[in-house]
């Protein structure tokens, strides 16, 4: 299993509305098919730490995995995700006992910045 945990709060200024859309748009994208298990909600972490809602997606392996970093569904989503994101905090964890794992799911990142150079760009912009 890996697991992909984001924490963030929104910019000022985003409307109650954008905020709802962002939020629904998450949920879509953590239930697309190649996810196990997907939650979006309020953070519960340290208030003074800066976050107020987190976002978790966990795929069974690295093909789930590429499978759900280039769904059509995610990239259509960050579209309008990223530009409401102020600030953002990103942890991914894996039972895979594999040791080249973690090369190989920054090699499926890398991947994905040089497909996307606009979405690279719009996360790259986010403050962690």
Same mark, same amino acid.
């Given at each position: 299993?890996?697991?992909?945990?984001?924490? #963030?709060? #929104?910019?000022?200024?985003?409307?109650?509305?954008?905020? *709802? /859309?962002?939020? %629904?748009?998450?949920? $879509?994208?953590?239930? !697309? *098919?190649?996810?196990? #298990?997907?939650?979006?909600?309020? +953070?519960?972490? +340290? =208030?003074? /730490?800066? #976050?107020?809602?987190?976002?978790?997606?966990? !795929?069974?392996?690295?093909?789930?995995?590429?499978?759900?970093?280039?769904? =059509? !569904?995610? @990239?259509?989503?960050?579209?309008? @995700?990223? =530009?409401? @994101?102020?600030?953002?905090? %990103? !942890? $991914?964890?894996?039972?895979?006992?594999?040791?080249?794992?973690?090369p190989r799911i920054g090699a499926l990142? %890398?991947?994905?910045?040089?497909?996307?150079?606009?979405? +690279? $760009?719009?996360?790259?912009? @986010?403050? *962690?």
């Amino acid at each position: 299993m890996i697991t992909n945990v984001l924490r #963030f709060t #929104f910019k000022d200024g985003t409307t109650d509305d954008e905020r *709802a /859309e962002v939020l %629904a748009l998450m949920r $879509r994208t953590a239930s !697309v *098919a190649s996810v196990t #298990f997907g939650s979006v909600g309020h +953070d519960l972490g +340290d =208030p003074a /730490e800066g #976050f107020t809602h987190a976002y978790s997606a966990s !795929v069974q392996d690295l093909t789930a995995l590429e499978h759900y970093m280039n769904d =059509p !569904v995610h @990239i259509e989503g960050d579209w309008t @995700i990223l =530009p409401r @994101i102020a600030r953002l905090s %990103a !942890v $991914r964890f894996t039972d895979d006992p594999d040791p080249e794992i973690g090369p190989r799911i920054g090699a499926l990142h %890398a991947a994905k910045l040089a497909r996307y150079p606009e979405w +690279d $760009r719009l996360l790259n912009a @986010i403050p *962690a």
